[in-house]
T-cell receptor, first 113, second 115 residues
Framework: DAGITQSPRYKITETGRQVTLMCHQTWSHSYMFWYRQDLGHGLRLIYYSAAADITDKGEVPDGYVVSRSKTENFPLTLESATRSQTSVYFC????????????FGQGTRLTVV | AQKVTQAQTEISVVEKEDVTLDCVYETRDTTYYLFWYKQPPSGELVFLIRRNSFDEQNEISGRYSWNFQKSTSSFNFTITASQVVDSAVYFCALSEADRDDKIIFGKGTRLHILP
């Protein structure tokens, strides 16, 4: 099915562990984004990618790593999870960057214990 | 600096009432884009509208309408004859034309439509 999918939908991990959140889109959109959503903060940009092999930091990149070897995939890795990274993570894609309509995945609820 | 303020944290109205969600923005750019997204209980954000800074015409789409006023830096969203399915969190957002990465979201307004 066409769209943008995130996996897993729910994840519980322990402090210090590495965890990877997956994002896959089928539209061949150039741009992909990772946001985190926290109460009181709304959505904040972690990383974005303008094309395959091009990534850049957003507002809150510390503790996260991304890669984009293929246009359709944009995984987000927490290198050593901390409790402050407990959040809902959203992946999004768009054809023209932040100035155009974005399509969001259903989110991954991550709990770090 | 960019900023989006949604002063209404939570609103409850009875079904069939009209409701307006406020959005006030700040930017130094003359060319920018404003958005509204809906986040239903299922979680994913759904695009509703995009408006560029040069187009101050109000927009109507079914029961939804948007009022863009540059003079007051506002981009308000009205739902007419609200329905229970309109219950969601609504986000207003701003991006500047010279940046392809940065969209600033407001903190959202949670809307409850009571049957």
């Amino acid at each position: 099915d066409a769209g943008i999918t995130q996996s897993p939908r729910y994840k519980i991990t322990e402090t210090g562990r590495q965890v990877t959140l997956m994002c896959h889109q089928t539209w061949s959109h150039s741009y992909m984004f990772w946001y985190r959503q926290d109460l009181g903060h709304g959505l904040r940009l972690i990383y974005y990618s303008a094309a395959a092999d091009i990534t850049d930091k957003g507002e809150v990149p510390d503790g996260y790593v991304v890669s984009r070897s293929k246009t359709e995939n944009f995984p987000l890795t927490l290198e050593s999870a901390t409790r402050s990274q407990t959040s809902v993570y959203f992946c999004a894609s768009s054809d023209g960057g932040a100035n155009t309509e974005a399509f969001f995945g259903q989110g991954t609820r991550l709990t770090v214990v | 600096a960019q900023k989006v303020t949604q002063a209404q944290t939570e609103i409850s109205v009875v079904e069939k009432e009209d409701v307006t969600l406020d959005c006030v923005y700040e930017t130094r750019d003359t060319t920018y884009y404003l958005f509204w997204y809906k986040q239903p209980p299922s979680g994913e954000l759904v695009f509703l509208i995009r408006r560029n800074s040069f187009d101050e015409q109000n927009e109507i789409s079914g029961r939804y309408s948007w009022n863009f006023q540059k003079s007051t830096s506002s981009f308000n969203f009205t739902i007419t004859a609200s329905q229970v399915v309109d219950s969601a969190v609504y986000f207003c957002a701003l991006s500047e034309a010279d940046r392809d990465d940065k969209i600033i979201f407001g903190k959202g307004t949670r809307l409850h439509i009571l049957p």
